[in-house]
């Protein structure tokens, strides 16, 4: 038998094992990695899979698995002078891994033991690539996923203004720049917020959100920062804020509600991405991004000396503006018809065309959570399978029952109601029949017939013309 080039010259090789022995030994391997798998965790169930490779490696005093990350410092094997060692396949490039067996003394390894380490070699890639699917496991249980907890939409919507919101989220969440979101109550900034942690590197770390509002100011530093086991009586430990966010995401929503004081120790935090807990004597570094967000324009508060410059220069260096939604009045069907979706199961509506013009006539001083609440009660309150106006509050039927109302109640034709609303119009423009044309897109005939119609008792105290100017189309 020809002398293995791996083996040293002057020791012997054993004769090779029968196939039935290697048959029986890799089947061996093979079940201690299915038992690692299915009953251990962590170092128990890569221990138990190294005691398998041992029990068909006779030869084999000890086997060891070695992983390190590429250009990093590598894991050295144990200084034995007839180590063998094989390569393992991972997945991950950057990972380079090797499994290794060291003889007992006066013993040697032969060419079966050289494939049952290949073997074993290519199942401890499998094993490595199970080690780091649950540590993403487990590192997502500790996420904070209050995602959505009031049960608002998502980015929805159609309009130039949202599609150039959605664009420019994609090219922020590629860097790691801190970011300012600004927009009215209800407009959906945290949902902002998190579609950049959801698009960017750091998604698989945690994304913890801070009501500045909410905060207590006897009470933030700890909450933010921190507290030390024992600094008072009853005082239990525990991480901040800015700990929890570590490789993830701190959403800081309302700080322009911070006072001055607060204002000044987030600054410290902020710049140096470290945090000292309460009653502590250490610093701890925190590797996160920070995206803060406001309903006020934090340049007005500044300028009114109620917010700090350095901490506004610090957080405003990349802004972001979500538009309120009566500036995208086409989008108000398209989250409907959202709302209206997601709790087909509680019950199944739609709209009237009345109501969505109704819905589409509001200003929404609540944006997009007002609209979810409206659609809720509607689902509640409606009596058929379709909402009709009266299903609506005073406050949305608005003008729509004001205008509408006395034609329905009175059964009024089309031209009677065009006439009325003709005349409104007419009114409201100082009785300006060139203006009242402009704004109801017709001629000044057809503006004459409709006054004609409505009421020619106003028509006959209207103060007459001269032809010419009659003819003209002017007053």
């Known amino acids: 038998m020809a002398q293995p080039a791996w083996a040293p010259a002057e020791h012997r090789v054993l004769p090779p094992r029968r196939r039935g022995e290697r048959r029986r030994g890799i089947a061996v391997v093979c079940q201690a990695l299915a038992a690692s798998l299915m009953r251990e965790q962590g170092d128990a169930q890569r221990d138990r899979f190294l005691d398998g490779v041992r029990r068909v490696l006779p030869a084999a005093a000890r086997v060891t698995l070695r992983d390190w990350r590429a250009g990093e410092t590598p894991v050295t094997a144990a200084p034995e002078r007839h180590l063998l060692s094989v390569d393992v396949p991972t997945a991950d490039p950057r990972i380079v891994a090797a499994l290794d067996a060291v003889p007992h003394d006066a013993r040697q390894f032969d060419e079966w033991d050289v494939q049952v380490l290949t073997l074993a070699g290519r199942l401890a890639g499998v094993l490595l690539e199970v080690e780091a699917l649950r540590r993403t496991q487990r590192a997502n249980a500790f996420r904070v996923f209050p995602s959505r907890p009031d049960g608002a939409a998502p980015l929805i919507g159609s309009t130039p203004v949202m599609c150039a919101l959605r664009e420019r989220i ?8 801190t970011v300012l979101i ?71 929503d309302e700080v322009s509600d911070l006072s001055l004081s607060a204002q000044a120790k987030l600054l410290r935090a902020i710049q140096e991405l470290a945090v000292e807990r309460v009653g502590g004597q250490g610093v701890h570094c925190v590797d996160i991004r920070i995206v803060a967000a406001t309903n006020r324009s934090l340049r007005s508060l500044v300028a009114d000396g109620a917010f700090r410059a350095d901490l506004f220069y610090r957080l405003g260096g990349v ?6 939604l009566r500036h995208r009045q086409a989008d108000i069907v398209e989250l409907s018809h959202y709302f209206l979706e997601r709790h087909r199961e509680t019950r199944r509506l739609k709209l009237s065309p009345e109501v969505v013009d109704a819905l589409l006539a509001h200003d929404w001083p609540g944006n997009v959570r007002e609209l979810q609440r409206v659609l809720e009660s509607v689902i509640c309150l409606a009596r058929g399978e379709r909402a ?27 031209r009677e109601w065009a006439s009325r609303y003709a005349r409104l119009v007419w009114q409201r423009h100082a009785q300006n029949k060139r203006q009242a044309c402009v704004t109801l897109g017709i001629s000044y005939h057809t ?17 007459r013309t001269a032809p010419a100017a009659r003819r003209a189309g002017v007053d």
Not at 170 to 177: G, I, P, S, V
């Open 182 to 252: 600004e927009g009215e109550s209800g407009t959906g900034k945290e949902l902002v917020a998190r579609q950049i942690h959801d698009l960017s590197p750091r998604r698989a770390g945690p994304f913890v959100a801070v009501n500045c509002a909410a905060l207590v100011e006897s009470l933030l530093e700890a909450e933010l920062f921190g507290i030390e086991e024992r600094t008072a009586t009853g005082v239990r430990g525990r991480r901040g804020k800015f700990e929890h966010a570590d490789t993830g995401t701190l959403f800081l």
């Open 388 to 414: 009709e106006l009266s299903d609506l509050s005073p406050a949305l039927r608005g003008d729509a029952e004001t205008i509408l109302g006395p034609s329905l109640k009175h059964g009024d034709t089309l």
């Open 447 to 463: 503006l004459q017939s409709h006054l004609r119609y409505g009421n020619r008792m106003l028509w006959a105290r209207e103060p």
């Open 170 to 177: 994609e090219r922020l969440a590629a860097t790691d720049f």
């Open 319 to 324: 802004e972001l503006q979500v538009p309120p």
